[in-house]
C-alpha cells in the first residue's frame, strides 16, 4: 500500500518537540504568574455554534461516525476552529460556577480546513488567554492581557516579537469624523493594508465603498501611524486634524495602554493604526504581533475587546483576549534553524550493564538517580563498554555510569570520576535539554 502524505498536520523531530515544550511551559508560567487559570474545553461543538463567525463549510472539519445511521442532533458537530467559540460556551454554561472578571488560559489544539501554507496549518496549537466580566469590565484588563502577552512572546528563543495596538474606538471616530459612514466596510478593507498594499485599499475603499479621494487618503493617513510612546502618537493623530467624542475616548485608552507598556515591558509593544481586526465583534482595543524583521510572515498573535461575543439574554459578558499561534511561532523558529535543543532526548546519564545476572544493580542506579530528578536510562544490552558508550553517544546522553567501579564518564571531554548514585548530580547545564540559539547547540 502506499504511503499516504498529509501536509498541514505539523510533526516536530524529538529536538523540535523539546523546543515547543520548553516555549508551552515558558507560555503557561507567564500566564499563571499573572493569575490566569488553566481550563480545557472539548475538541467539538455544534456546527451550528462554530459557524457564528462566519466561516464557510469548507473551512469547518465535520465529526461523524464511520457507520453512522439517519441523522440526530449529534451528527451536526465539528472540530473547532480556534478557541474562542468554546470558550464564550464554557462561560455560558459555567457562568454559575466563576467568579468575574474571569481570567482563563487555554492551550490546546485546533483545526481548519484551510489550504496548507507557510505557517499555516490543518491542525495547530493556540494559546489563549482572556478575561470576562458579567455586565461590565474595566479598560485596565486591556492593559493587563498587552503586556502578559508581550511578556509571554518576549521568551519565544531566536527571535523578537513585537506587538501592535489600536483601539477601533479611535479609528471608527476618526472615520466618522471625515464622512466615511459605513464605518464596519472600512474597517474590513483597512484591515487589509498589509496584504494588498494602500493602492488597492484606496482603490476598494472608492469603489465599494463611495469614499472620495481625500476620505480615502485620510484613512491610509491614520493607518500609517507608529509609535511607542502616548506622546508621539498622540501628536500624530492630532495632525490630521479630525476629532469626534468616540475618537478622544479611543485615543485616551490607546495613550494609557502605551504608558503602562512603556514602564512594564519597553520596546515591546508599540501602537499601529493599520491595525483594524475586520471581525465586527470588537469594540475597544486591537492587538497584532509579528516578528520583527520577517513582518511579511504575517500575524503570529491578535484578539482584542469584545463587549457582546457572549450573551445569554438576559446577561453581557464582556471580555479581552488574545490568541497565539504556537505552532506558527515554532514552524518558523524551527524551520529556520533559529533555536535547537542541545540533546534531543531528556536523559542525562546511561548506566552500564557489566553482565545481564547484574542487571537487576544497573537498575537500583537508575532508580537512586532518577528519585533525585535525573533523567536516566539503562544500557539494553550487556555488550562491552565500548558498544555501550557509542549507543550513549548516538542518543546523545551525555554521561555513562558504570556500577562495578562507581565510576561516570562525561563521554564528551572524556573525564571519568568516582561518584554515589545517591549524591552524584550533573552539571546544571546537563541535567535536562537546554534551548539554545541556532547552531550554538553544536559548538
Known sequence: ????????????????????????????????????????????????????????????????????????????????????????????????????????????????????????????????????????????????????????????????????????????????????????????????????????????????????????????????????????????????????????????????????????IPGRIQADLSIARGLDYYTGTVYEATIRGQESYGSVCAGGRYDSLVVDGRRTFPGVGLSLGISRLMSFVLGKGLASATRPVPTAVLVAVTDDAQRAESEEVARQLRSRGIATEVSPTASKFGRQIRYADRRSIPYVWFPESGEVKDIRSGEQVAAEPGGWTPPEADLRPRVVMGSEANE
Open 1 to 264: 500500500m502506499a504511503r499516504t502524505t498529509l501536509s498541514g498536520f505539523p510533526e516536530w523531530t524529538p529536538a523540535g518537540r523539546i523546543v515547543e515544550q520548553q516555549v508551552l511551559d515558558h507560555v503557561r508560567r507567564t500566564f499563571e504568574l499573572h493569575g490566569f487559570a488553566g481550563i480545557e474545553t472539548r475538541a467539538v461543538e455544534p456546527l451550528e455554534e462554530l459557524m457564528r463567525k462566519g466561516e464557510t463549510s469548507k473551512e469547518v472539519y465535520v465529526l461523524r461516525r464511520l457507520q453512522e445511521e439517519g441523522t440526530s442532533a449529534e451528527s451536526e458537530l465539528g472540530l473547532h476552529f480556534d478557541l474562542t467559540i468554546p470558550f464564550a460556551r464554557y462561560v455560558l454554561d459555567n457562568a454559575h460556577h466563576l467568579a468575574f472578571p474571569f481570567k482563563r488560559y487555554q492551550i490546546q489544539k485546533a483545526w481548519r480546513g484551510e489550504r496548507p501554507q507557510a505557517g499555516r496549518f490543518r491542525e495547530f496549537t493556540q494559546a489563549d488567554i482572556d478575561v470576562v466580566g458579567q455586565d461590565t469590565l474595566p479598560f485596565v484588563f486591556e492593559v493587563e492581557v498587552a503586556i502578559v502577552m508581550a511578556e509571554a512572546l518576549a521568551g519565544i528563543p531566536g527571535v523578537e516579537v513585537m506587538m501592535g495596538v489600536n483601539n477601533r474606538k479611535l479609528s471608527q471616530g476618526f472615520y466618522e469624523a471625515v464622512g466615511l459612514t459605513d464605518v464596519d466596510g472600512t474597517l474590513r478593507i483597512v484591515d487589509k493594508l498589509a496584504k494588498i498594499g494602500p493602492a488597492a485599499v484606496t482603490e476598494l475603499l472608492e469603489e465599494e465603498l463611495g469614499a472620495t479621494a481625500a476620505q480615502a487618503s485620510a484613512a491610509l493617513r491614520l493607518a500609517g501611524i507608529r509609535g511607542t510612546t502616548a506622546s508621539e502618537v498622540v501628536a500624530q493623530v492630532r495632525e490630521l486634524c479630525a476629532t469626534s467624542e468616540q475618537l478622544e475616548e479611543g485615543l485616551d485608552e490607546l495613550a494609557r495602554l502605551l504608558d503602562a507598556a512603556s514602564a512594564a
